[in-house]
């Protein structure tokens, strides 16, 4: 009975992910970030409990590696060419076949999920971004996306506001986000092997500005945060090759 707690959060991950596709094809496109962040949460639960009760499986890896394909993977690429699509409308209208690019990511997080089940390397940190951090960055340009009334009108648009709507500026935000799963860029996590605050400088730094910051800035501090999360693991990467080297030397 253990054994299938956590694989019904991992199918409760899953069907949040096939609902955000739902929402997202059907013209409630708001509606779909609310429910990837929910599977988002289940998505760490099931790990989470299955650690807690002792109960981790090979079939609960492959299942948590399925449902993130679609939570993580195909239902991103579905919202985003949605939010392209309406951006191409509204500004270039004759371009609008460049919406079908956003099914790159679907296609980077295929290889970046089976590449995760295949890297030992990965086992307490990360090669690439990982396709939740992908989707949480792209889940909060969905939600920050001005209305259509905005846009129509041109009224209370603010300088952000218009990068948001620029098509060619969410092109080159999937292509960068698109590379960056698959990347072999060092990245930490946020696995925890005991709290002292030696061997987890760099999870306390990010976990107090990201607190910070979405205490702050509410909603604007996803992207945010997933940017930090890369620079910090970039200085991480380079203080731990600039030690090596003194050690070494």
Request: hydrophobic share 55%; charged share 15%.
């Amino acid at each position: 009975m253990k054994r299938l707690i956590p694989n019904l959060l991992t199918a409760g991950n899953l069907v949040g992910g096939m609902v955000a596709i739902v929402f997202a094809l059907t013209g409630e496109l708001k509606l779909a970030p609310i429910c990837i962040l929910i599977s988002a949460v289940l998505d760490f639960l099931d790990g989470f409990v299955a650690r807690l009760l002792k109960v981790q499986s090979e079939l609960g890896k492959q299942l948590d590696s399925l449902a993130d394909m679609v939570t993580f993977g195909v239902a991103p690429g579905i919202m985003m060419m949605m939010l392209l699509g309406t951006s191409l409308h509204a500004n270039f209208p004759n371009l609008q076949y460049l919406a079908w690019f956003a099914l790159t990511i679907p296609v980077f997080a295929l290889f970046r999920l089976a590449k995760f089940n295949l890297d030992t390397r990965q086992t307490d940190s990360f090669i690439g971004l990982p396709t939740p951090a992908m989707t949480i960055f792209f889940v909060a340009l969905v939600i920050l996306y001005p209305g259509a009334e905005e846009i129509h009108y041109n009224v209370g648009l603010t300088e952000i506001d218009r990068l948001l709507i620029n098509p060619f500026v969410l092109l080159i935000a999937i292509l960068i986000m698109s590379i960056l799963m698959v990347v072999e860029l060092p990245l930490f996590a946020l696995k925890f092997k005991h709290f002292k605050f030696k061997g987890n400088e760099i999870r306390y730094i990010f976990l107090t500005i990201s607190i910070i910051l979405l205490a702050t800035l509410f909603v604007w501090a996803l992207p945010i945060i997933i940017l930090l999360y890369i620079i910090l693991s970039v200085i991480n990467n380079l203080t731990k090759k600039e030690s090596k080297d003194e050690i070494q030397s």
